[in-house]
């Protein structure tokens, strides 16, 4: 049984005290009301929330993750952070490839590639998001496209390795639009991706991965998504920065 991931992906918002109230208000909401969670539960805060946020949620099941990182360890790379320091940080888990990065930051599947296996090599575990522009699926391109993210970004990587990755399917016209996949749009897309996994790991590996779904996921329609088969959680964005609308969703995974 694939133990579901419920990550909030706050992207680029929060100052520090917005940031440590609403990891707070999280912390106090899964201890008090969710008796049996059988969710894990991952906030994806900025860079600069990382370390303070560490410390709130201590003893808690809530558990950090990072947005980016860089695919060395260390060098002359100004400005960025590396997984080594995430790993030092007490980050599980690190976005890799998240559609906006691939749209405003240029990140393709090579470098993407590079970024997934410096996070392994760190002990932590990628979250290797992927999916298909509106365009791309008017065209009937969906598959292709996400096959192809797949081949590049992840399939590189050994069954050891890839046992201990996320990947994410996030339709780049779900996201921040409130237009949601349909169950069926989303189902059919999973079980593919899992189809892919299946052909290239084999069926452990694929009855093990789990595959998040994220776009404009929502309290009242979180539900129906994650009951479905081959959809093991939800990458939350907007959603997730507000804690009473995040932990409704951590709610909704059935148990
Ligand atoms: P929204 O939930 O705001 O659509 O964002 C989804 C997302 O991009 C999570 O990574």
Not at 24 to 46: H, Q, R, W, Y
Not at 89 to 111: A, C, M, P, T, W
């Amino acid at each position: 049984m694939r133990k579901h991931i419920i990550a909030g992906n706050w992207k680029m918002n929060l100052n520090l005290n917005e940031g440590y109230s609403l990891a707070s208000e999280i912390k106090g909401m899964v201890i008090d009301e969710i008796t049996n969670l059988n969710a894990e539960v991952v906030l994806f805060p900025p860079f600069i929330h990382l370390a303070g946020i560490k410390k709130l949620i201590e003893g808690s099941a809530v558990m950090l993750g990072a947005q980016n990182c860089h695919y060395k360890d260390s060098g002359a790379f100004t400005g960025e952070i590396s997984p080594k320091m995430l790993k030092e940080l007490g980050v599980k888990y690190v976005l890799v490839g998240h559609s906006e990065r691939r749209q405003y930051n240029f990140e393709n599947n090579q470098i993407l590639a590079m970024k997934v296996s410096a996070v392994l090599s760190n002990n932590l575990h990628p979250v290797y998001c992927i999916g298909e522009t509106l365009n791309e699926r008017e065209n009937k391109n969906e598959f292709i496209v996400n096959q192809t993210q797949l081949n590049e970004g992840l399939f590189h990587l050994l069954p050891s390795q890839i046992k201990e990755t996320v990947i994410a399917y996030e339709p780049v016209w779900a996201i921040g639009t409130g237009i949601t996949a349909s169950v069926a749009q989303a189902a059919e897309m999973h079980n593919f991706i899992r189809k892919l996994v299946e052909e290239k790991y084999g069926t452990q590996v694929a009855d093990e991965i789990r595959i998040l779904y994220g776009g404009s996921m929502k309290p009242d329609n979180a539900a129906q998504l994650l009951s479905c088969n081959d959809i093991d959680g939800g990458l939350i964005g907007g959603a997730s920065l507000e804690s009473r609308s995040f932990v409704n969703i951590v709610k909704a995974v059935k148990s």
